[in-house]
């Protein structure tokens, strides 16, 4: 069973920045895809980052420029740098992992930014 643990995440003003970090418990290059997405109550999940076992980094428009995304796999470690915060960017953040059509999740970690 692959667990994945989030961490780093915390209360911010406007214009700081976090690092999350996302441990997990097995071998991240066995996972096509990791990724971080954000649910804000009542609204759908959305992707954040993603990275690809190739290093191909993926974000939305609402992050790009902000947010970077980064792997280590001898440390089996995803990591989002996310500056520039905006109050907007408050959410619970998830990290995933895609191994196939598998879909791991982690329980998540609360980011606040106030104005």
């Known amino acids: 069973q692959v667990q994945l643990v989030e961490s780093g995440g915390g209360l911010v003003q406007a214009g700081g920045s976090l690092r999350l970090s996302c441990a997990a418990s097995?071998?991240?290059?066995?996972?096509?895809?990791m990724g971080w997405y954000r649910q804000a109550l009542g609204k759908q999940r959305e992707l954040v980052a993603s990275?690809?076992?190739?290093?191909?980094?993926n974000y939305p428009d609402s992050v790009k420029g902000r947010f970077t995304i980064s792997r280590d796999n001898a440390k089996n470690t995803v990591y989002l740098q996310m500056n520039s915060l905006k109050p907007e960017d408050t959410n619970v953040y998830y990290c995933?992992?895609?191994?196939?059509?598998?879909?791991?999740w982690g329980q998540g970690t609360q980011v606040t930014v106030s104005s």
């Open positions: 097995g071998s991240i290059s066995s996972f096509g895809v």
């Open positions: 990275i690809n076992s190739g290093g191909s980094k």
């Open positions: 995933n992992a895609r191994m196939g059509r598998v879909d791991y």
